[in-house]
Nanobody
Framework: VQLQASGGGLVQPGGSLRLSCAVSKSILSESVMYWHRQAPGKQREWVATITSGGSTNYADSVKGRFTISRDNDENTVYLQAKSLKPEDTAVYYC?????????WGGGTQVTVSS
């Protein structure tokens, strides 16, 4: 299983971005999907989760600003990020848990700066 994150970029504080994570196999409906992020000099941290049943959970730092969703037909998971803050600057990674194994893709850089 391969995952590829995209959609990052440079955005001003208060702006929005939509990150995408393309999955190489049609297994999203049976998987738990994650977004994590890692800021410079910091440990990787969990951002959001969407279960196979569609339940979502968010880190307190992004709750109310970020939304995780998925399109099973397109084999893609999204992270809609709004009201971005400089402290959201990080490399964002998507992950997938399926059949007892967890897979991670390459990250996409998000920089929030004026």
């Amino acid at each position: 299983v391969q995952l590829q994150a995209s959609g990052g970029g440079l955005v001003q504080p208060g702006g929005s971005l939509r990150l995408s994570c393309a999955v190489s196999k049609s297994i999203l409906s049976e998987s738990v999907m994650y977004w994590h992020r890692q800021a410079p000099g910091k440990q990787r941290e969990w951002v959001a989760t969407i279960t196979s049943g569609g339940s979502t959970n968010y880190a307190d730092s992004v709750k109310g600003r970020f939304t995780i969703s998925r399109d099973n037909d397109e084999n893609t998971v999204y992270l809609q990020a709004k009201s971005l803050k400089p402290e959201d600057t990080a490399v964002y990674y998507c992950g997938l848990h399926y059949s007892g194994a967890t897979y991670w893709g390459g990250g996409t850089q998000v920089t929030v700066s004026s």
